[in-house]
């Protein structure tokens, strides 16, 4: 019998990678790279194809013959995510896909009641409801984490004023609000959710988190491999004149703080993703010894 085809978009980032590396490994379905440039494209799927998520005719060439497609927007590209989700989903709709799995985040605008402003959440949110009404046989909701891939990063920890290596950010250090795993776990979620449409196909929320971590206990485990790195609580305002784009990153930390990354409730969602994954998750700690040491 011929495998089913899953289309996957955003194929060279790295919650896309994670999704095609999984289905390849599990082996049930033919894997189909979309990117906009598929003559730079590297990775393990069996077809690649060129697809735009701002030209609808592309993406629906690029959905044609696909039983289910996972779609992620990048707002750190500047992307216009309501536009891009919108134009996807009309795309899966003219393709005649059955399973359509958007890759979203808790709408903080609406578990704050506008006390934060986190549009690189808020914005993948309001695409929800267009998934939700686009009369979908199956679809489906997957919540990334804050990535331990963060650590290479933007949350790299920079040297102090004292001289430390570390961290200075506004979140008590105490707190466990922040939902972590490792971004390729995203995969082995999606690839479980493909496998069962008849558990999660009807509009469910698969929330991945290895961890639930407070600062301190990201410390813990840099320091149980060797890495002992400082922390130090500032104020918000203080650490929004710190750098161009503090103030965003001061409102994150905030939200986390009240109601944590995945926001309140959440724990039903973090538990599905669990048992509906192809394989466990790995811890921060194994991250660590993975790629920092």
């Not at 919650?15 to 590297?42: M, W």
């Not at 984490?145 to 961290?167: E, H, K, R, S, V």
């Not at 290895?210 to 301190?216: G, I, M, P, V, Y």
């Not at 890495?227 to 990153?249: C, H, I, T």
């Amino acid at each position: 019998m011929e495998k089913k085809i899953i289309a996957v978009v955003g194929a060279t980032g790295l919650q896309g990678r994670g999704v095609v590396n999984a289905l390849k490994k599990e082996g049930s379905f033919r894997v189909r790279s979309i990117t906009r440039n598929p003559d730079k494209y590297q990775g393990k799927a069996d077809e690649v194809v060129q697809g735009d998520l701002m030209d609808i005719e592309s993406l629906t060439n690029a959905f044609r013959d696909a039983y289910g497609v996972f779609v992620v927007t990048n707002f750190w590209e500047g992307a216009d995510e309501l536009a891009q989700g919108y134009i996807a989903v009309e795309a899966a709709r003219k393709a005649n896909v059955n399973h359509f799995v958007w890759s979203t985040l808790p709408n903080v605008e609406k578990i704050s009641s506008g006390r934060f402003n986190v549009p690189q959440f808020t914005g993948k949110a309001k695409v929800d409801e267009i998934v939700k009404n686009a009369g979908f046989a199956n679809y489906t909701f997957v919540q990334p984490p804050c990535y331990f891939q963060n650590f290479l990063g933007q949350m790299a920890p920079p040297q102090q004023q004292d001289g430390t290596i570390g961290w200075s950010l506004p979140i008590d250090p105490t707190k466990k609000v922040i939902h972590m795993a490792d971004i390729s776990d995203l995969g082995k979620v999606v690839a479980g959710v493909f496998l069962n449409p008849e558990k999660v196909g009807k509009g469910s929320y698969l929330s991945l988190s290895a961890e639930l971590n407070s600062f301190n206990d990201i410390l813990e485990a840099f320091k149980a491999n060797g890495k002992e790195y400082s922390f130090n609580q500032v104020l918000p305002e203080v650490f929004s004149s710190f750098f161009e784009g503090a103030g965003a990153v001061a409102e994150l930390l905030g939200y986390y703080e009240a109601y944590t990354y995945m926001g309140p409730n959440s724990e039903a969602q973090i538990q599905m993703a669990k048992e509906i994954s192809i394989a466990p998750f790995i811890s921060l700690n194994e991250w660590i010894k993975l790629n920092l040491l």
